[in-house]
C-alpha cells in the first residue's frame, strides 16, 4: 500500500545577521506557506542593494515571521507582526525568543484588513506575504499605510509567480521583480532611492 504524499515545508532558517542559522518554527496551520529560501535570498539581495532600511518594520500576513525575523536580525530595528491565525500568532512570538529578539517585536492578534496603524512613526520596510489566492491586496495596502511608510520605505510584495505584480503601490513605484518556482517577490520603492 503507497503512502499518501504529504507537502511538508521546511522550516526556515535566519540567513544572515545576528541571528544566522537559527531554524524558525512554522505553525501547523494550513495557511501557512513558508517563503522559500531561494526567493528569502534574492528578496534580501535586492534589499541589501538599496541599502534598505530596518529601523522599523512591518510584516504583513506574517505567518512564521520569517520576513520580519530576518530583518531584524539585520538591523537595529523594531518590527510589528500582523497576523490573524492564532497558532501563527504564538509561533511569532515564540520564533523571536528563539532568536533573542522579543523585546523589539510586536505581534498583533488581527487580520490586515482589521488592522489600523495606530503608531505615529512611519515604517521603513513593509513585508507583504498575503495567500496567493488574495485579490485586490495593493488596493488594501495602499488604503491602509497610506500615512504610515517613510519617505526612505520600501515594500516587498510576495505573490504568486503567475500573477505580474502592479506598477505602483502606495505611491512607490515597481523597482524590481523576481520569480522563484511558485512564489515571485515585487520591491517598490521611491524613484529617488
Known amino acids: ?21 537559527i531554524q524558525l518554527l512554522v505553525s501547523p496551520s494550513a495557511r501557512v506557506r513558508p517563503t522559500s529560501l531561494r526567493l528569502r535570498e534574492s528578496l534580501f539581495g535586492m534589499l541589501d542593494s538599496l541599502e534598505a532600511d530596518y529601523s522599523y518594520i512591518l510584516d504583513l500576513y506574517a505567518g512564521s515571521g520569517a520576513l520580519g525575523i530576518e530583518a531584524l536580525s539585520r538591523g537595529e530595528g523594531l ?16 520564533n523571536l525568543e528563539r532568536v533573542g529578539e522579543s ?12 488592522w489600523v496603524p495606530t503608531d505615529m512613526k512611519k515604517f521603513t520596510m513593509i513585508f507583504a506575504d498575503p495567500p496567493y489566492q488574495s485579490t485586490g491586496i495593493d488596493s488594501l495596502i495602499s488604503e491602509k499605510l497610506k500615512d504610515s511608510i517613510a519617505a526612505n520605505g520600501v ?5 504568486e509567480s503567475g500573477l505580474t505584480p502592479p506598477n505602483t ?3 512607490l513605484k515597481l523597482y524590481k521583480a523576481r520569480r522563484q518556482g511558485r512564489g515571485a517577490v515585487a520591491i517598490y520603492c521611491d524613484e529617488a532611492n
Do not use: Y
Not at 523585546?103 to 482589521?114: A, I, K, M, P, T
Open 79 to 94: 518590527a510589528v507582526f500582523v497576523e490573524q491565525d492564532r497558532s501563527s500568532a504564538a509561533t511569532i512570538r515564540m
Open 1 to 21: 500500500m503507497k503512502k499518501a504524499k504529504v507537502n511538508i515545508h521546511r522550516n526556515p532558517r535566519i540567513i544572515a545577521g545576528s541571528a544566522k542559522g
Open 155 to 159: 515594500l516587498a510584495l510576495e505573490h
Open 169 to 171: 503601490i502606495c505611491d
Open 103 to 114: 523585546n523589539r517585536g510586536l505581534v498583533v492578534g488581527q487580520s490586515v484588513e482589521d
